[in-house]
């Protein structure tokens, strides 16, 4: 027996019946609905037929059970209705403030004998279940007081009308595994037979609930306690207190100088069993980045608490300790700290800055929801080396390890097609951290499919075009390259209610879709996935990001007296005609700039352009993203090959890009028929896909293809500027360069094509290290 007073439940006392709790839930085909975390068996309640609405249900894993009820017509608050709910005739009572039409959402306790003799059920019928995915659900069985009319055609019943049932109100019956709504005619009374011919309907919808093929947990490696020592001398130059990067078993490593060291003396350190080594499997390019010792910032284990810290070092191979900012040297590292008290257990807060590279740290372990150790700093390094297909295998495998159990709860998501963005964020949002770990099952209402994969391939494919899509307003065209997105900074006149919910929920999106071998229909700017995982933003990347005012802020370097331009530390901002100043640091408005202080308005600059103005943004969308995705598990990628693993390696029409492609340099006059030209295309042609993808990244900035091919690239002017392939002297520079916004790559006049072959390959893939290869 269920009763609802308004927002809140109680219980009648003079029912024996087990007391339900209910939740309204308003409806209405243009209303959002309110969707909330529905807890049941997922066996028994395989066959209830209930109308679902929008919303995420959670099945199995729990004592009870949430079904989505509709008020039917003629039904008056404080009036009841009854339902079949897991095979068994609940009672409802219309809240007061609720009417016909409207959906309620209601509790339901599982019947213990029933959930046993599920379990028992599904226990010994479990290994045909897992081959067979297209296996019936369970019928529901008839009403009572439903009679088939023997020789009827079509079949046609007689039912009898339940108790509290007046004329012209109207009542739930289930007949051949279909449930009903009746209406009783005025004549007639509770007690009563009345005859009815079930209308015609489609076969039977397939269980929803299919579960997954069962995991194998593989066994993981060396124990965590186990370690190795190593010796070392302290390098000459390095006092107490300071840290310094080296080689241990082919893993750098940072380490500290004890307080009682001085340099030339040597000192012990023990590292983990399994790093030392860890990139004996390694292949030979990712071998080469490790020792690769060039200037440039790159990720060492830190031997103090064994996390992931950013290092630069300097023409001597010291680490850089300078503090000010440079232009060439400086790098920040967005810091995100999680905030849980005063907030939805569902959705943690946050705060986000950047601070310098070398003081960012993420750790190197992962544990699973009981507290297991799943992924230690020895996997992650031992990951880090692997190709770029075997780091996905890796990370695949260990997101199903995270993954919640089928038998421990799955969840249903049910949704409009003509509300898909509304219904999904709504269901979505409403989920906890545990729930976005299970495995998801898609349904489109009013529609019949069986979700083996296709359902939410579309559903992932689908709902990021929409929000991606320029005219929702959270995301616009890059200025600098119009296959890549950037968050409007003035999304919140889009969206003035609501706008930061969005970016959370695509951020849930992003982190499911890799969780769960999906793709995402959204190329983004360089620098946001860099903020995803945590790695290096630089002076360069405003050039990127707008190459004018990158241009402008250059300029100020080689100026003799800045003081001459009468800036301060302030910027304008424009939004549909309104300007507004911005200060860039406290009081920024009233410090002027001069030539002191250039670095600090430099610094500035950067880091307003590239987090500042869209911060808010930013932060709900790596809330999002990390509700999903460890942060450790993201440590094994480079940001190239994090958008190879959320867009997908992109279908390239060779053809296509060999006849829309343009010539200069040393090759405008022979064009493709010059010899090396010739190498680089045959080269080209033997790449993978995912080296074809990272060429197109090192050139263009991205791996996106323009829909209509080639021939519409564009520039950073908005113009078309085709794929370009400059000729250089080889004494000009020994490996390719690239100047996205002009789509072009320098190629220099090699000697052989093993030489272009060797040094192309090797220029698109350590161009995100940041290691300069001239």
Not at 737 to 743: A, D, G, L, Q
Request: charged content about 25%; some cysteine; glycine content about 8%.
């Amino acid at each position: 027996y269920i009763v609802c007073n308004s927002n809140f439940c109680r219980h009648i006392e003079s029912v024996t019946m087990p007391f339900w709790s209910i939740r309204k839930k308003s409806s209405g085909s243009n209303s959002r609905s309110v969707s909330g975390a529905n807890n049941g068996d997922g066996t028994a309640s395989a066959g209830v037929r209930v109308n679902q609405g929008p919303g995420a249900v959670s099945v199995g894993g729990a004592d009870s059970a949430v079904f989505r009820v509709q008020v039917p017509n003629n039904v008056q608050p404080g009036e009841e209705f009854q339902v079949h709910a897991n095979g068994r005739i609940v009672r409802v009572r219309c809240p007061p403030d609720s009417r016909a039409g409207q959906y309620l959402q209601i509790t339901v306790p599982v019947d213990p004998n029933e959930q046993r003799s599920n379990t028992n059920l599904n226990s010994n019928n479990s290994s045909s279940s897992l081959n067979n995915d297209q296996d019936d659900e369970a019928t529901l069985p008839d009403s009572p007081g439903v009679t088939l009319i023997d020789g009827s055609n079509p079949p046609a019943y007689t039912v009898m009308i339940p108790k509290n049932t007046q004329g012209g109100q109207q009542f739930p019956v289930t007949i051949a595994g279909h449930q009903l709504m009746v209406t009783c005619p005025t004549n007639a009374r509770p007690g009563m037979s009345v005859r009815i011919v079930p209308p015609v309907t489609s076969p039977p919808a397939r269980d929803l609930t299919r579960r997954p093929a069962p995991r194998t947990q593989k066994p993981k490696k060396s124990p965590a306690g186990e370690t190795q020592m190593f010796e070392v001398v302290v390098p000459a130059g390095v006092k107490s207190g300071q840290p310094f990067a080296l080689l241990a078993g082919g893993v750098r490593v940072l380490v500290t100088c004890p307080s009682n060291a001085t340099a030339g003396q040597k000192i012990r350190f023990h590292l983990p069993m399994g790093i030392a080594g860890a990139t004996s499997d390694a292949s030979d390019l990712a071998k080469f980045k490790i020792t690769y010792d060039k200037d440039g910032w790159m990720r060492t284990i830190r031997v103090t608490d064994m996390k992931f810290q950013w290092i630069r070092m300097d023409d001597n191979g010291d680490i850089d300790l300078n503090k000010r900012f440079h232009i060439d040297r400086s790098a920040y590292v967005r810091k995100l700290d999680f905030l849980t008290e005063g907030y939805d257990p569902r959705m943690r807060g946050g705060r986000l800055c950047l601070v310098p590279a070398s003081e960012a740290v993420v750790d190197s372990k992962i544990k699973s929801i009981d507290g297991r150790e799943l992924v230690t700093y020895s996997d992650i390094a031992s990951a880090q080396v692997k190709t770029f297909e075997d780091k996905v295998d890796w990370f695949q495998e260990t997101c199903a390890d995270l993954c919640v159990e089928w038998n421990e709860g799955h969840m249903r998501m049910n949704v409009r097609r003509e509300f898909l963005l509304s219904d999904s964020m709504e269901a979505v949002m409403c989920l906890s951290r545990n729930d976005l770990r299970k495995v998801w099952r898609f349904e489109f209402i009013g529609e019949e499919g069986i979700d083996a994969g296709g359902l939410a391939r579309e559903w992932f494919q689908l709902v990021t075009e929409e929000i991606f899509d320029p005219d929702m307003g959270l995301w616009q065209s890059s200025e600098t390259n119009q296959m890549s997105m950037q968050i409007n900074p003035a999304s919140e006149l889009s969206c003035p209610d609501d706008h930061l919910n969005y970016y959370r929920f695509l951020g849930r999106v992003m982190g499911k879709a890799l969780f769960d071998r999906q793709l995402v229909a959204g190329h983004m700017v360089k620098y946001i996935y860099k903020h995803l995982l945590g790695w290096p933003i630089t002076f360069g990347d405003l050039e990127a990001v707008d190459e004018e005012y990158y241009n402008n802020l250059k300029q100020l370097t080689s100026m003799d007296d800045v003081e001459m331009m009468c800036l301060d530390f302030s910027t304008t901002e424009e939004t549909l005609g309104e300007r507004k100043t911005i200060d860039l640091v406290p009081n920024g408005s009233e410090i002027y700039l001069d030539n002191n202080n250039l670095p600090e308005y430099l610094e500035a600059c950067l880091k307003y352009k590239l987090l500042g103005r869209v911060k808010k943004q930013i932060n709900q969308l790596l809330l999002g993203f990390f509700d999903v995705i460890p942060e450790p598990l993201l440590t094994v990628f480079d940001y190239q090959e994090m958008e190879l693993l959320m867009c997908g390696l992109p279908v390239i029409d060779m053809i296509d890009w060999m006849e829309q492609t343009e010539y200069s340099g040393s090759f405008e006059q022979v064009g493709p028929s010059h010899h090396v030209v010739e190498w680089f295309w045959e080269v080209v042609d033997e790449f993978d896909q995912e080296l074809k993808a990272r060429l197109l990244q090192f050139v263009t900035g991205t791996s996106g293809v323009p829909a209509r091919g080639f021939g519409v690239l564009q520039g950073n002017d908005g113009n078309i500027r085709r794929f370009t392939i400059h000729g250089v002297d080889l004494g000009v520079c020994l490996y390719p360069r690239s100047h996205t916004c002009f789509n072009r790559i320098d190629l220099p006049i090699y000697d052989s094509i093993e030489d272009l072959k060797e040094r192309l390959t090797l220029a698109v893939t350590m161009v995100a290290t940041g290691f300069d290869l001239e």
